[in-house]
């Protein structure tokens, strides 16, 4: 009795088929992890560099405002004054800077907070407690929910101290 090699082999190539496409099911899982890592790594660096723009923004009012140097600092501005369209002191300039930058930072980065201070150590603080100890330095301190998970712990920072 002869086997009929047609008969015998029937449905394996169905088998391989399904393999096949199990694997190719998971190298595209895979395929979508990576993506995923990397548009969160992309919009990390985007956070990070708005927040370079940020600090470099109000070093440079700050800068451009040299007699109210210590109207900047660990002071949270009011905005209470227009001071674009208005003629303001040196304080009420700082005051407007401080309220309009504290703003955008809240605007372009996602629960974003500052401070500009004195600090001797600036790599130390949350957004809840600056950590802004006087003496040393001025210091431009931001944070932000990198991971959009509301633990203040976790937040990014960002600081960079710089000479008036």
């Known amino acids: 009795m002869s086997l009929n090699p047609a008969r015998t082999s029937q449905g394996f190539t169905l088998l ?4 096949a496409a199990l694997v190719l099911g998971v190298g595209l899982l895979g395929l979508a992890g990576l993506q995923t890592l990397g ?5 990390s660096a985007v956070q990070r560099s708005v927040a ?9 009012r700050i800068r451009a405002n040299p007699g109210a140097l ?20 040196d304080a009420q300039t700082a005051d407007y800077d401080l309220s309009q930058w504290a703003a955008e ?27 802004c100890g006087g003496g040393g330095t001025y ?26």
């Open 16 to 19: 391989e088929v399904l393999i």
């Open 39 to 43: 548009l969160r790594g992309s919009l």
């Open 139 to 164: 210091t431009v301190k931001i944070w932000w929910d990198d991971d959009r998970s509301g633990d203040a712990e976790q937040y990014q920072r960002f600081s960079t101290s710089f000479s008036p």
């Open 105 to 131: 930072v809240k605007k372009r980065l996602p629960d974003g907070t500052g401070v500009v201070c004195t600090d001797g150590s600036p790599d130390d603080g949350t957004p809840t407690s600056s950590g």
């Open 70 to 89: 210590g109207n900047y600092d660990n002071q949270a501005g009011t905005g209470s004054i227009d001071c674009l369209w208005n003629l303001c002191s």
């Open 52 to 60: 370079t723009q940020l600090a470099a923004e109000i070093i440079d």
